[in-house]
């Protein structure tokens, strides 16, 4: 004990309240197990000698518990590492870029507008606010992306409306 | 000398034209790419490997290799010149070298950082020609069982031993495992974890997984944290050149890095960043200016950055001869490797020397391009640098997504990405370690497939894992490093309050 109190003299002192993020962590690990377990136990072992297809899933999933259990008691203990404060609005606005382009991309909408969209939403994240100028920097260099990638290297990237144009 | 022939011939593959030009773009882009802060050599590999779909095999490896080495260069650039380490094993750079370029001197940082990288790179790369065929004899001999064991090894060392937390490490290790066993069940056809869905089949892309962790969820990381501070970027001043003073105090630590970079990075241990602290640490205890440390002493960037790139080097040789990542890095060189169905490993060796021994050669004349390139292109990534934050990760994520956009443009696909991209930001907000998860998904499968191998071999009996000697020393290692930390826990405590 004496070790441990010396170096808490060193730090700050850690909190040693319970962490609720970490108790989310600990039970998603423990549903992730169970997910695993579920599913190997639909699958038929085939296989005559040593390991069939639903041996690792549990051994897998037999971890996961135990991590689980281990992340529960760290949180218990307060012994998650401090983290700084995190403003969720950025994070949300560049999911919504990513949920755009997706959208985009499954509705044929093509490359350009899709990635042009992503551009504008994370751009405007990190705090920009000359979205109209902004969206012609993404047209232009998504497009210049899709010549060099599409035809240059011919890798083929999905066409949308603008795409046939070129 | 069956070294030396191998090698000429490996030469003789390299020079061509061609694979000249290749070896360049991959210098060039690899750097650009590395320069730019908050992106490391792994995800310069796997934000670069749609550039290389559409070339041979040879051509291809030839790039990764010029891209790996320009990777690791571009780190330390920005280590040096705006205090954000890319990556951990930049860590140490940034302390002495960001110093350095605060007091005028980042040329010279620059340069013993650049010409430190040469040297240990070269002498490692010689170190991993002449170890690898050794290595790759011993390996042939190895059975499922051993490769097995070896596994276990190469999954706690890189999750558990070295990290902050070992129970941290193993859960990050466990996620990639768990996403690993997504899809058909190569020796049965049945399909694991797919809950109907086609598109999981083929199971978890490696490079849509390291992607979507290291670039998705660094920019949301940032994005989330852009209230708490700003960072700035160092003019480069004055000379470029490093003085005669500057040499004499470089040469010796730019030897020590190499000495420990390049064994530790050969084990498979993963990570660089044991040797740069290590060479940190001796040069501070070996220096005649010791006083400087801390304000900015060139042997404090000279001896981490060759350690650096001694260990990138070391690698190497777990993955070429064993198959074996023990990086993050690693790991996405061996996806470029499998996106043409070629496994690393001793097989390789036998079966394509020319390929193998063309991407060894490539890694000498990838690093002469670096020395040559680097120093007067200089100007140009300080200007990269500058590029304003909202574009800056605006543009990563374009690039992020074209990756996976060109390999397979589905929604299913898409979606992954981004959950990955969640998954690193909270990984990354709750202390978690990437790089073990990036293993996990890629030598899990692997190991898996071994130890099916090696019971079906003994008709189901576990008892030839242990019967094995080589099988049974290594699992007697694995569990010895997995108990260690746990049991060495003052050790964690020690370095924890020493920063």
Known sequence: MTDSASSDLAQPPASRRIDPAGLVIAAALAVLAAVLVWDASRLSSTSMYGMGPEAMPVVVAVGLGILAIANLIDALRGNLPPRESADPKPVLLILGGLALLIAIIGLGGGFILATSALFVTTSAAFGRRAILADLVIALVMTTLIYLAFDRLLTLSLPAGPLERLL | ?499
């Not at chain 2, 061509?16 to 992106?39: K, S």
């Not at chain 2, 990075?265 to 602290?277: C, V």
């Not at chain 2, 390789?348 to 002469?368: C, H, K, M, Q, T």
């Open chain 2, 1 to 499: 000398m069956e070294t030396f022939a191998a090698l000429a011939h490996g030469m003789a593959v390299a020079v061509q034209p061609m694979n000249l030009l290749y070896a360049l773009i991959g210098v060039f882009l690899g750097t650009a790419v590395g320069v730019l802060p908050g992106i490391g050599p792994a995800l310069t590999v796997a934000l670069l490997l749609p550039v290389t779909y559409k070339l041979d095999p040879g051509g291809s490896l030839i790039m990764f290799a010029g891209i790996y080495y320009g990777g690791m260069y571009g780190g330390s650039t920005t280590a040096i010149l705006i205090n954000t380490p890319g990556e951990s094993a930049s860590m140490a750079t940034a302390l002495e070298g960001n110093k350095m370029a605060k007091a005028g001197r980042g040329g010279p940082a620059l340069a013993t950082s650049a010409i430190g990288s040469f040297v240990a790179g070269t002498i490692a790369t010689i170190g991993m020609a002449f170890l690898a065929p050794w290595l790759v004899d011993f390996a042939v001999r190895f059975g499922p069982e051993d490769y097995f064991a070896l596994m276990c090894v190469a999954f706690v060392t890189v999750s558990a031993t070295f990290g902050n937390s070992p129970i941290r490490g193993l859960t990050s290790l466990f996620i990639g495992l768990t996403l690993g066993l997504i899809g058909i069940d190569k020796l049965t056809g049945q399909a694991r974890l797919a809950f109907g869905m086609p598109e999981l089949l083929d199971g978890v892309e490696v490079t849509t997984l390291a992607v979507g962790l290291f670039a998705v969820g660094e920019a949301l990381y940032v994005a989330s944290r852009r209230h708490h501070a700003e960072e700035k970027i160092e003019p480069v001043r004055g000379s470029l050149w490093m003085t005669k003073q500057d040499w004499m105090r470089s040469w010796k630590p730019w030897l020590r890095g190499t000495m420990f970079g390049f064994p530790i990075g050969a084990l498979p241990a993963g990570g660089a960043e044991i040797p740069t602290f290590l060479s940190y640490s001796t040069e501070k205890r070996l220096s005649k200016h010791p006083e400087e440390f801390g304000k900015g002493a060139i042997e404090g960037v000279a001896g981490p950055e060759a350690a650096n790139n001694a260990s990138a080097a070391g690698t190497l040789v777990p993955l070429l001869t064993l198959g074996l990542p023990t990086s993050a890095t690693a790991a996405m060189m061996l996806a470029g490797f499998q996106q043409y169905g070629l496994n690393p490993g001793p097989l390789l060796f036998a079966e394509r020397p020319d390929l193998v021994w063309g991407l060894i050669a490539s890694l000498f004349i990838a690093n002469v391009m670096l020395l040559v390139l680097n120093l007067p292109l200089v100007g140009l990534w300080v200007r990269l640098l500058a590029i304003p934050q909202p574009w800056l990760y605006a543009g990563i994520l374009v690039f992020a997504t074209m990756g996976t956009i060109a390999a397979k443009p589905s929604v299913v696909e898409l979606s992954m990405l981004a959950a990955f991209g969640v998954l690193g930001f909270l990984m990354r907000r709750f202390d978690f370690p990437i790089a073990p998860v990036v293993v996990g998904l890629i030598l899990g499968p692997i190991a898996e497939s071994q130890l099916r191998r090696a019971l079906a071999i003994s008709l189901g009996d576990p008892i030839v894992l242990l019967q094995s000697p080589m099988s049974a020393t290594l699992l007697g290692i694995a569990l010895i490093a997995l108990v260690a930390p746990f049991v060495l826990k003052g050790l964690g405590r020690f370095r924890a309050s020493e920063d």
